[in-house]
């Protein structure tokens, strides 16, 4: 057992008496002992090795229902911070017999937490905790440590098998969330409103939730906030706005299984567009900020009427769109990059047609088959950069090739050829080797197997991971099985070796 500091949450005193490690803790004997259910804690993770405390183990959530209440900041001078409020009702289904489980939530906090409607019965010690509304829970928090879990006491204990519905109130003040590595993310607090775009593990800064994305589950939102602002969050509007009051309320309804990072609910002045479609009729939902400047949005503009283009051109490559809808949501404010969010990718300052590709193909490549750890990273930026050079071609640009060779031809420093893309550490997530070197591995890997089985093996694991998460190991078994190769000593060229891959696969 080991003891982690304290703070304060929410004006509870807070017992950060974690149990060691990640595994079951608390177990505690069935009465009678033998045959009966055996209640232990769930863990407090999801057993990623990047994100030891991201997600959580015990259940498996089915769906979140989001109801917030979002006033964006007021005018300058004002300080840079909203306030948020939410009601959130998570449907789950216990995976062992759990006497506790947690959740993710970080910087909120908890005004009343129930389970199946019921109240809770005290916490003994020597856990230090809150009754609220009748649901005892306490709340770790540790920056420092970036352990963030809301503890919950179900009473009656759950039994492996059992549906549950967990309803969370909560709420806060918001401000700029940081990632690991000090980007801005998750529910970021812009003048007009908000960003709200959280990979890896942001979306525990705007809901409780399991922050990882081997735990997907549907969503439906309901959110408010002053008339005038438009709320765009993932899959399609389940009914028109209302109004009464100053307030509008926004339902957006996403029924594809989805992954925690990919849930937004940004909100602006934004142009909320007519729905146009793709050839297959993939509804295209557009939402550009009215404050672009003119050279933004002609540029903006430019490349959000090439989507249905690019998801006619994806489908013929990878196979049909893997979900309900897709569009773009384009703010005037930056967090400094784009993100897949499912769906409907969010665009800073603007939104170009690379990026657009490079957002399009991360539906299928990340949303619909994720990744199981956050080290398959590259199975995310290498497939979204590949893709990307697929387009280009596409266009009569620089073939895939010549993309290749361009990337392999200059000399690079050890330091650019020794990050193994495979498992480039939490801090090179985004390392620009997981996009390029990713892209060129997957190009190396057409040259290596022909294009006929290059692109029965995609679509292959597309199938066979969708609405799920795979490693790169499933993904070489994959292209193993398809091509009839070994592939061994190709992945370990270019996932783990950290020099220059050999000339093999450079064609002119
Ligand atoms: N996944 C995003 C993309 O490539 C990029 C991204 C997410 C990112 N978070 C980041 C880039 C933080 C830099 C810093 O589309
Ligand atoms: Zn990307």
Redesign the pocket.
């Known amino acids: 057992m080991r003891a982690r500091r304290m703070k304060l949450v929410g004006g509870l005193a807070v017992a950060v008496a974690v149990v060691g490690g990640l595994g079951a803790t608390g177990a505690a004997a069935a009465p009678g002992g033998g045959e009966g259910p055996r209640y232990t804690a769930g863990a407090p993770g999801a057993g990623d090795a990047y994100f030891p405390y991201a997600g959580n183990g015990g259940y498996d959530v089915q769906h979140y229902d989001l109801d917030l209440t979002y006033a964006p900041p007021a005018p300058e001078p004002a300080p840079l911070e909203g306030r948020l409020d939410g009601i959130a009702t998570i449907d789950l289904v216990a995976t062992q017999d759990l006497n506790r489980f947690n959740l993710d939530l970080r910087g909120m906090d908890v005004r009343s937490l129930t389970v199946n409607g019921k109240a809770a019965t005290a916490i003994a010690p020597p856990a230090i905790g809150a009754t609220v509304d009748g649901a005892a829970y306490w709340h770790v928090q540790d920056d420092d440590r970036r352990v963030w879990e809301l503890t919950v006491q179900p009473r009656p204990k759950l039994k492996a098998g059992q549906h549950a519905q967990v309803v969370v109130e909560y709420g806060g003040t918001t401000t700029v969330p940081l990632?690991i590595?000090e980007?801005e993310?998750g529910w970021v607090t812009t003048r007009d409103g908000a960003i709200v775009?959280s990979?890896?593990d942001g979306s525990m800064t705007w809901y409780p939730v399991s922050d990882h994305q081997t735990d997907k589950a549907s969503y439906g939102f309901e959110i408010t906030v002053p008339e005038g602002k438009v709320v765009v969050a993932n899959g399609v509007q389940s009914k028109p706005e209302e109004t009464s009051g100053g307030w509008t309320t926004w339902f957006w309804d996403a029924p594809d299984q989805q992954a925690s990072y990919l849930t937004t609910a940004s909100v602006g002045d934004f142009d909320l567009r007519e729905t146009t479609y793709s050839s297959s009729g993939v509804p295209i939902i557009d939402a550009v900020d009215t404050k672009l400047s003119p050279a933004r949005l002609a540029t903006t503009n430019a490349s959000l009427a090439r989507q249905a283009d690019m998801i006619d051109f994806f489908e013929s490559r990878f196979g049909a769109y893997p979900f309900n809808s897709f569009g773009s949501i384009v703010d005037n404010d930056s967090?400094?990059?784009?993100?897949?969010t499912q769906t409907r990718?969010v665009y800073s300052s603007q939104a170009s047609q690379g990026?657009v590709a490079?957002?399009l193909a991360?539906q299928w490549f990340?949303n619909a088959v994720s990744p199981e750890r956050w080290q398959d990273i590259w199975l995310?930026?290498g497939w979204?950069t590949y893709a990307t050079w697929l387009w280009t071609e596409q266009n009569g640009g620089t073939t895939a090739q010549q993309a290749y060779n361009a990337w392999y031809a200059p000399a690079r420093t050890t330091a650019y050829w020794s990050l193994q893309i495979g498992d480039p550490g939490p801090l090179g997530?985004?390392a620009s080797q997981v996009?390029n070197r990713g892209a060129a591995t997957l190009h190396a890997l057409r040259v290596e197997v022909g294009d006929e089985a290059f692109f029965a093996a995609t679509q292959l694991w597309l199938e066979r991971y969708d609405d799920s998460a795979g490693t790169a190991e499933d993904f070489q078994a994959v292209f193993e099985e398809v091509s009839g190769e070994d592939l061994d000593g190709f992945f370990q060229t270019w996932l783990y070796g950290q020099a220059k891959p050999p000339a093999t696969w450079t064609l002119p």
């Open positions: 990632d590595e980007a993310y775009a990979e890896p967090v400094g990059y784009a993100l897949e990718p990026t490079h957002e991360h990340g995310n930026e979204a997530l985004f996009y």
